[in-house]
């Protein structure tokens, strides 16, 4: 992974919802405990350029600081498939839970096998995974 230095910037976590803009929502788990998640496909393009080929990206928000506890989570991908081997990972860590508070962000790819991928989320932040060549749902 590719870590860059913490930095106080609130407009990190609006980057990655930015990313939603423009795609259609997919209909994911109502409740996921302390999680909360947000997930659109759009037109992409696809990495590899796959003909009717989007990109899904998911957001996912870790809401409890208590215990300072990551939490696991299998992403399922269902509906049209998707012919991506890997998940683009970008990662807000947060470095506290005060109005001083940073972000550590950290790139990562994820392997897609069995149908969806594994990922941990850190306590009290942000995680988007990227996608390609996702078939229409």
Do not use: K
């Not at 393009?45 to 003909?51: L, Q, V």
């Not at 080929?53 to 208590?66: G, K, M, N, P, Y």
């Amino acid at each position: 992974p590719r870590h860059t230095p913490p930095t106080p910037h609130p407009w990190q976590a609006m980057q990655l919802y930015a990313s939603h803009q423009g795609g259609l929502r997919v209909a994911v788990p109502a409740s996921l405990g302390d999680l909360d998640l947000v997930a659109t496909v759009g037109d992409g393009g696809g990495a590899r350029g796959t003909r009717g080929a989007s990109t899904l990206t998911v957001t996912i928000a870790h809401l409890s600081a208590v215990g300072w506890q990551p939490e696991p989570l299998r992403v399922l991908l269902s509906g049209g498939g998707c012919s991506a081997a890997n998940a683009e990972v970008v990662e807000l860590r947060a470095n506290g839970w005060n109005e001083t508070s940073s972000f550590t962000t950290v790139h990562s790819v994820v392997p897609i096998s069995e149908g969806g991928l594994n990922i941990t989320i850190p306590p009290f932040s942000l995680v988007q995974l990227q996608i390609d060549d996702v078939l229409p749902w």
